[in-house]
């Protein structure tokens, strides 16, 4: 599958789109992107052209959310994280970044795995992220679109080994390696200056994941195509289909998305 000729001028914003809406990105659609800027070749415009594709794909009824998370190994409940929701970026890209400094983004409150979104949905799908419990629960942005029939993106030739959401199916299928045991609260500062508190069980680090075996059963299942965006390889998934397809799967072997050499000691 492809989205039109090729060639070594800069790729502008009318071709991204183009290309996206070949790929299967509908008017309405709400899709949150996993992105390299690099992976998609010479866009004239930058970061900010490939968001104004994007936004043109969905069209008005749609929404386009980013990943800005800001998470590392170190944090805990003796070194719990702290993030001003209007300052600090995120370490998932330039794109997203682009989208969190747009006016009109909406970021949601979380302090390791907060997301930006731009479009008609922005606030019902980032709303409620403070009160979840683990970081890609059922009622973080990651959850709800799940469960409200969006999709996943992984554009740029980004990989499954990139997706959050993935995260959020380990999460719902209970798979014992992913959870610090204790709760951590982490500080989470509005725009206004109000700091809240966020309580939750934050990511376990130092676990290899071999994320790309989803990409099988979900080819199988039909929950993903496959195509150009730009220059580079682009993957999109239906965010149910990784509800669907891998719970079951974990809750069988909980190891599932492990890597080979960590399986034993699961």
């Known amino acids: 599958m492809t989205g039109g000729a090729r060639g070594t001028a800069p790729i502008d914003r009318v071709r991204l789109a183009d290309d996206l809406r070949v790929l299967g990105l509908r008017p309405g659609d709400d899709v949150l992107v996993h992105s390299s800027l ?16 994007l936004l043109d794909a969905v069209g008005p009824d749609g929404t386009v959310l980013f990943p800005t998370i ?22 998932t890209g330039a794109i997203p970044e682009a989208a969190r400094v747009r006016p009109g983004a909406v970021r949601s409150v979380h302090p390791t ?14 709303d409620g992220h403070a ?7 059922a ?10 029939g969006g999709r996943v993106l992984l554009l740029g030739g980004v990989t499954h080994s990139s997706s959050t959401s993935l ?15 204790a709760p951590t609260d982490g500080v989470v500062v509005l725009p206004d200056g109000t700091e809240v508190i966020v309580r939750g069980r934050l ?38 289909g990784y509800v669907d397809v891998l719970v079951p799967l974990l809750r069988t072997d909980p190891t599932y998305l492990l890597a080979k050499h960590e399986r034993a000691r699961a």
Do not use: I, N
């Open 38 to 53: 690099r992976g998609l070749g010479h866009v004239d415009g930058g970061a900010s052209t490939v968001v104004d594709a």
């Open 131 to 137: 009160s979840s419990v683990t970081p890609c629960d």
């Open 203 to 240: 990511h376990l680090w130092g676990w290899d994941r071999d994320f790309e075996r989803v990409a099988e059963p979900l080819r199988a299942a039909d929950m993903q195509r496959c195509g150009r965006v730009g220059a580079g390889d682009a993957t999109l998934v239906e965010a149910r």
């Open 113 to 126: 795995h907060s997301v930006v979104a731009l479009g008609t949905r922005a606030r019902e799908l980032t």
């Open 70 to 91: 800001t998470a590392t190994a170190d944090h805990g409940p003796a070194h719990p994280p702290r993030v001003v929701l209007a300052d600090t970026p995120g370490w």
């Open 139 to 148: 009622s973080s942005p990651y959850g709800k679109l799940a469960d409200r």
């Open 167 to 181: 995260h959020g199916v380990e999460e719902r299928a209970g798979v014992p390696h992913h959870l610090q045991d």
